[in-house]
């Protein structure tokens, strides 16, 4: 279905840049952050920033909340959760034997 590959490739253009993952990672250890301070921790230009988090956006990873002038970001957590459980599907399709389960990545 031609929606489902489209987001698909949205989700994939998402985490396929060092600078974004660098980004998600921020926001999962401080669960929320304006423009201001992803800028000032990851040392980016704020036109930057802001263009890696329209792309997360619109991959439905990144969400936002505007609290009077300041927009503060945060992972879509429930998102995140439905990537996790479409890749665990399709790999279990790939290879029906395994278990996910079971394996341990160290």
Known sequence: NYDDV????????AFNNPLRKRL??????????TVTDLVFNLREEQI??????????????VTFLK???NVYYF?????????QKCLSKLFEEII?????KKIEIS
């Open 48 to 61: 930057v920033i802001s263009q890696h988090l329209s792309i997360l956006r619109q991959a439905k990873i």
């Open 75 to 83: 992972l879509n957590k429930s998102r995140i959760v439905e990537i």
């Open 96 to 100: 029906p034997s395994a278990n996910l």
């Open 6 to 13: 489209k987001k698909a490739a949205l989700v994939k253009r």
């Open 67 to 69: 609290k009077g002038k």
């Open 24 to 33: 998600l990672d921020f926001l999962l250890k401080k669960e929320m952050a």
